[in-house]
């Protein structure tokens, strides 16, 4: 964008670096805009001093063309510096790359001047590598902010942002180099573009943060988070939020790399409130001495769940206090009452006696999921039991919250072991979702999200009937879970009658959120919307942040997918948004952007609604273990039908695959909620006229769904799918019979009302 000279400042005896823009740029004819602004962002720089940003001294014209001066610095740029070996070892050796502690290091400074300059209303708009200098003192500056704009007449540029990228869509990968600007305000590299710039969308500091995070995920990992040859390709998968793998040899520590993954977000709303809110984030390394009470309190447990097991006896240097390692052995084997050898005998032998459906495979997997989930809690009894007695009475906040979730945790596992052994035949296809669902409950080994309420009564009576209610709601929730909808809706409604007679407000809201997912479950979206407002009351007048996200979550969903009334469904956004934020939950982070991205889809915004569906894919993708892959796979199925619907079918196609692949991982190869989502991608490729594949996709959708213990209306619906692409193959008769075949399934059953109007409304279309 212009040509930078080495020069003189004789009147304050100093070098100083001389930026000029292009004669071109500036005597264009709409040049005096892109001038006033440049030189007004450069006078505001000029005012801010800050050691990791590049001093502006002087900012001015000269025969139409702009020029600055500025510190010179003597050193490298970022690039550079990455690109140099690192220093050999103590040893000698020489290592493949840098310690991430030093590019973190690096990094943090100018993400300092990043922070410091966005404080002062100034976006970068072009951060990267080339854009960071490292002087020879070691101190990081940061240079060029704003003034990728100025550039925007230059008439080698192309003249529109749509015929940039076509015009380097085939180039080899020398075009991540190039600055791509769009007249009227729009600029960036490539490589280090945000999803908003690509998009032609409004930027602000988040967009500066997502360039931030790219360039150190570079500079971290040896390659940049999307991958491609191409502008068009990283593109591709910048919209996705495609992020690579992580190398096989990489020493990034997971925590580290979360960060970035939310920094990262293809939704602006989904990354960090600021640049500073990252950096405090990036700075505070769990590895390191000196934490907070609470990474202190992870510690501390970390390293004393072992010594427990092991019946050693510890002493407490300062206190003299003796673990009694029985103790806390003990409490830990109070978990079996929850899911012990016969409970676990008990339920094998239920689940195993029906006919319906491939019965040994869903026990081995919900055996799996609760024996994880045992093991956890007694591990995790047992480090809290150790850390308390270890703390004795100077008991630190966060131990209070997890015994409380430990007991919780333990009644949730009871009370779905006894929903689940009283579960009617028909309702066994829900064992394993439902299991998953026990383990998205709030996580007792991090207490940096833990909000379960501690507010029983002092008086020991009404303390008792709080547990007693929780115990009972617990059983309400799993049967909600296993699909006992009524009985689970009797039993919720009599916890809410007698919390409010005990004045409970946080029980009162749990039970009502419930209710409410019931009545939405059922389509009585009224009253739905009644119990959910009425859950969200209680819940944030007694600072329950849990059930008041879950509340407001669904109430964007019912709003603005059920009842379309949008406006009240965005006009909650900022609230779940910020309810979101404040809790830090990944969990609730996910599910509430997926409700956003489908209340967002029912009104008609497909491309925004694909920003907040791959916002919440990218915070699934965070979540460890099954039921992250669960969530994960919910969104992407939800976000291939936004996709689709927006004629993106290649991209359509990936989100339904990851769709179905983790459905797989987690429910089995043979379970109708992997038949689900083959139909979807059946759908899709029908869509896109690969009509082999979509033959092919359609065919294992009906074989999965020909066992008897599946729904008429769920083969219907594969058959229909399968009619729709045989039509297209040009396979007339065939495709008719099959559609007539889906219709006889589907006539009868009034589950199938939408379906079968589907059907009767393709047959007259097609002169049938």
């Excluded at 070996?85 to 991430?100: T, V």
């Excluded at 407001?552 to 909650?572: F, K, M, N, S, Y």
Aim: aromatic fraction near 4%; charge should be neutral.
């Amino acid at each position: 964008m212009g040509v930078v000279y080495a020069a003189y400042d004789p009147e304050l005896d100093r070098r100083v670096a001389l930026k000029v823009l292009r004669a071109q740029v500036s005597q264009s004819s709409s040049s005096s805009t892109a001038r006033a602004r440049l030189l007004r962002e450069a006078k505001a720089l000029a005012k801010l001093s800050h050691p990791n940003v590049v001093a502006i001294y002087d900012v001015g014209t000269i025969d139409d063309q702009v020029f600055i001066a500025m510190e010179f610095v003597k050193g490298m740029t970022l690039t550079e510096w990455t690109r140099q070996p690192p220093e050999p070892l103590a040893d000698g050796s020489q290592p493949a790359r840098r310690a991430w502690q030093d590019v973190l290091g690096i990094f943090l400074q100018a993400g300092r001047g990043l922070a410091a300059a966005h404080k002062a209303g100034i976006i970068h708009r072009d951060f990267k590598p080339d854009n960071v200098l490292i002087g020879r003192d070691g101190r990081v500056r940061v240079v060029d902010f704003g003034l990728a704009r100025a550039d925007s007449n230059h008439p080698e540029r192309p003249d529109t942002f749509a015929d940039a990228i076509k015009s380097v869509a085939t180039e080899s990968s020398s075009v991540f180099e190039l600055k791509l600007t769009r007249p009227g305000g729009m600029a960036g590299t490539p490589a280090y573009m945000a999803p908003e710039q690509y998009a032609n969308l409004q930027v602000d500091a988040r967009t500066d943060q997502f360039s931030f995070c790219v360039a150190l995920y570079e500079g971290l990992y040896g390659e940049r988070p999307f991958l491609g040859n191409t502008v068009a390709r990283v593109r591709k998968a910048v919209l996705n939020g495609k992020i690579a793998p992580e190398p096989k040899d990489s020493n990034v520590p997971q925590w580290l790399r979360k960060i970035l993954i939310r920094g990262l977000a293809v939704h602006p709303g989904a990354r960090y409130p600021s640049m500073d809110a990252l950096l405090a984030e990036l700075s505070d390394d769990p590895g390191r001495p000196q934490q907070s009470w609470l990474r202190a309190g992870l510690i501390i447990i970390a390293g004393l769940a072992i010594a427990a097991i092991g019946f050693l006896e510890l002493r407490d240097k300062n206190e003299g206090h003796l673990i009694d390692a029985d103790v806390c052995a003990a409490q830990a084997a109070a978990v079996d009452e929850a899911y012990g050898a016969e409970r676990r005998a008990e339920l094998e032998e239920r689940l195993t006696a029906s006919s319906l459906g491939d019965t040994n495979q869903t026990w081995r997997r919900v055996d799996d999921i609760l024996s994880e989930m045992t093991a956890d809690l007694k591990r995790t009894t047992r480090s809290v039991c150790v850390l308390n007695q270890l703390i004795g009475d100077s008991r630190e906040p966060f131990v209070d919250l997890q015994r409380a979730c430990l007991e919780r945790r333990r009644g949730s596992l009871l009370a779905f072991g006894e929903a689940l052994r009283d579960l009617p035949a028909e309702g066994l296809a829900n064992a394993i979702p439902a299991a998953h669902a026990l383990l998205g409950l709030t996580p007792c080994a991090d207490p940096s999200i833990l909000q379960i309420r501690t507010d029983e009564p002092d008086d020991p009576e009404l303390a008792e009937v709080t547990r007693r209610l929780r115990r009972d709601l617990d059983r309400a929730r799993a049967q909600a879970w296993l699909g006992d909808l009524d009985e689970a809706l009797r039993a919720s409604r009599q916890v809410t009658t007698e919390a409010e007679h005990a004045d409970n407000l946080a029980v009162r809201a749990e039970a009502l959120l419930l209710q409410g997912e019931i009545e939405e479950l059922r389509g009585k979206y009224d009253r739905a919307e009644g119990l959910l407002k009425d859950a969200l009351w209680n819940a944030e007048a007694s600072r329950h942040d849990e059930v008041a996200i879950d509340s407001l979550t669904a109430l964007v969903r019912l709003l603005g997918v059920h009842l379309q009334r949008h406006d009240e469904a965005e006009h909650l956004t900022p609230r779940l948004t910020a309810a979101v934020r404040r809790l830090g939950d990944s969990r609730r982070d996910a599910r509430a952007h997926h409700s956003l991205g489908l209340a967002t889809a029912a009104r008609g915004h497909t491309e925004a609604a694909i920003l907040r569906l791959q916002s919440a894919a990218n915070t699934a993708a965070t979540i460890a273990g099954p039921y992250g892959r669960l969530v994960g796979a919910m969104i992407n199925a939800d976000l291939g039908r936004s996709l689709a619907a927006a004629g993106r079918f290649d991209d359509a196609v990936d989100a339904h695959q990851r769709a179905v692949d983790a459905l797989e991982a987690t429910m089995g190869t043979n379970h109708p909620a992997v038949a689900q989502a083959t139909v979807a991608l059946c759908e899709t490729w029908t869509a896109k006229a690969e009509l082999p594949l979509a033959l092919r996709t359609c065919r294992r959708a009906l074989e999965l769904r020909g066992d008897p213990s599946v729904p008429r209306r769920l083969r219907a619906e594969a058959r229909f799918a399968l009619a729709k692409a045989t039509f297209d193959a040009k396979r007339v008769d065939e495709a008719l019979t099959g559609a007539r075949r889906a219709l006889e399934e589907v006539d009868g059953d009034p589950a199938g009302d939408a379906l079968a109007k589907q059907i009767r409304d393709w047959l007259r279309a097609h002169g049938r």
